[in-house]
Every structure is written in C-alpha cells, then in structure tokens.
C-alpha cells in the first residue's frame, strides 16, 4: 500500500504538458477541478472522461501510473459510492430496514466514483508532470501580488516545496520501518481493526523521530546557506514567460468548461 502513493512524485520528461509554464499549469488544475464540478450529465461525463484520457497520453506518463495512485483511494471511494446508493431521494428499485436503492442513487454514486477518479487524476498530472521545485516557483509568482498586502507568499511557496520533497522521502522510510518489523515478526496484515491500530505504534514512533531527525537537519542546512525566511532582494535563476501553447492550453480548458456548460442541456436517451 505505501508503494502505491505516487503523491509527490515527479517523471522528467519532454511532453507538451511538462513544457508549459508551471503558473499555467497551476490555473488549468484549478480550472479542470471547477470543470468537472459543472459536468451534471452522463453526456458531460464521457466528454470529461476522453479529455482526461487525452491529456494523460499528451504527458507520456502511463495510465497506469496514474490509476496506481488511485488504489489508497479505493476504500473512500467505496464508502461515498455506498452513501450515495442507499441514502439518495427517489422513487425505491428496491427497499430493505432503513435502506433503500434509487436509480437517481445509483446514478449519483457512479457520477461521485468517476469525479474523484478524474480529481486525482488532474492533481497527480500536476506533480508528476513539474518538479516540486518549479511547482512552487510557479505557485510563488502567481500569488506574488498577494505580497503587496503583507500575505507570506514565499513562506508558504517554501513550506510547500519542503512538504513535496519530503513526501516520498517518509514514504520510503516507513517501507523500511515496517521491513525492519515484519523482520522481527510484526504482523500488519491479520486481525481485526484495533489490533492492526496498535501494531502501527512500532512504526509511528521512530517515523516521528526520524521525521524530527530530518527536520532539525534540514534547518541547520538553510541555516549554513545563509537562509533568512525573508523573499526581499532574492533573485530568481529561471524566469518564466507564457508562450503560445500556455495561451492554447488556457483557452482549450475555457472551451471545455464552455461545452460542459452545454452538455448541461442536452441529454441523450435520458441521461
């Protein structure tokens, strides 16, 4: 399960969607998660979904790369589908205790299943597709007007650099807490709920301490760089321009948003 969490995760590469300008790619996330929260119908979803699937192949990335990361997922997904299946309004297909299953619940469920899929799917081509470095270069050139009223823009941009960097770094350090246990006879795979809870607490201790280890290490290095906190007088190496497959890719996902928008009104065989 740990190797599964692809969050924070970076694959170089040369595709069009790792050359745009990572403040343009930071507003299509925001703007594809705002269109798939307007796609209603069945229509708008399929239309979501073929425009998921393309975008996927233009980063080069294999899908199944992207669904690997869905897999922690699964049991949040489970239980929403369960929630929307036996607690929406509608006339009953069929009805048992205080339980009962509606077509409209059953439609719910799949259209809530496929919203997170394509969500995670938009947030994973993120971070895959631009090194957490650039991402928040990016996400501190964006926000830098905010500056201008006292809001700690860089601060955040590098408390975010630092949680990206350092994902995959505790994720690999837990694999081998809990290598070391099982070595030493631990079991995390049998039993029941509040036994697997407590046989989490050998991994949890020395997680958090080398967490803090790593932390206290980290600090001294920015220190010895001479690391202020402070984004007066920095300077920048890279400096970013938008091109014309940034303006391109911007006005695609209006567009997009615009037919989802339609695809509202329009239904086919009543869907």
Same mark, same amino acid.
């Given at each position: ?53 393309? #975008?996927?192949?233009?980063?080069? !990335?294999?899908?199944?790369?992207? &669904? ?5 997922? *699964? +049991? %949040? ?110 079991? #995390?795979?049998?039993?029941?709920? !509040?036994?697997?809870?407590?046989? &989490? ?5 020395? *997680? +958090? %301490? ?62």
């Amino acid at each position: 399960m740990i190797k599964d969490i692809t969050l924070g995760q970076f694959f170089p590469g040369n595709s069009v969607i790792h050359k745009l300008d990572p403040r343009v790619k930071i507003i299509l996330a925001a703007l594809y998660i705002a269109f798939l929260f307007v796609v209603q119908t069945a229509v708008g979803y399929a239309f979501a979904i073929a425009a998921t699937l393309v #975008f996927v192949s233009l980063t080069k !990335i294999p899908l199944k790369m992207y &669904l690997r990361g869905l897999k922690p997922l *699964l +049991f %949040i997904l489970i239980f929403t589908a369960l929630l929307n299946v036996f607690y929406s309004t509608g006339e009953p297909l069929v009805e048992f205790w205080i339980f009962k299953i509606t077509a409209d619940g059953i439609k719910n469920a799949i259209f809530m299943i496929l919203r997170i899929f394509m969500l995670v799917i938009a947030t994973s081509m993120l971070t895959y597709t631009t090194s957490p470095i650039v991402l928040t270069n990016g996400l501190e050139r964006l926000l830098s007007p905010l500056s201008k009223i006292k809001v700690p823009v860089h601060e955040f941009s590098m408390m975010m650099t630092i949680a990206l960097r350092f994902i995959p770094t505790l994720l690999e350090e837990t694999d081998k807490i809990m290598n070391a246990q099982k070595a030493r006879g631990a079991d #995390f795979e049998t039993g029941g709920l !509040i036994k697997r809870a407590k046989a &989490l607490a050998p991994i949890l201790i020395p *997680l +958090f %301490i080398s967490a803090f280890r790593r932390a206290d290490e980290l600090a001294t290095a920015m220190e010895c760089r001479c690391y202020t906190g402070s984004s007066e007088g920095r300077t920048h190496l890279v400096s970013y321009s938008m091109s014309g497959r940034d303006v391109i890719a911007l006005i695609v996902v209006i567009c997009m948003i615009a037919i989802a928008v339609l695809l509202n009104y329009v239904r086919f065989f009543g869907f």
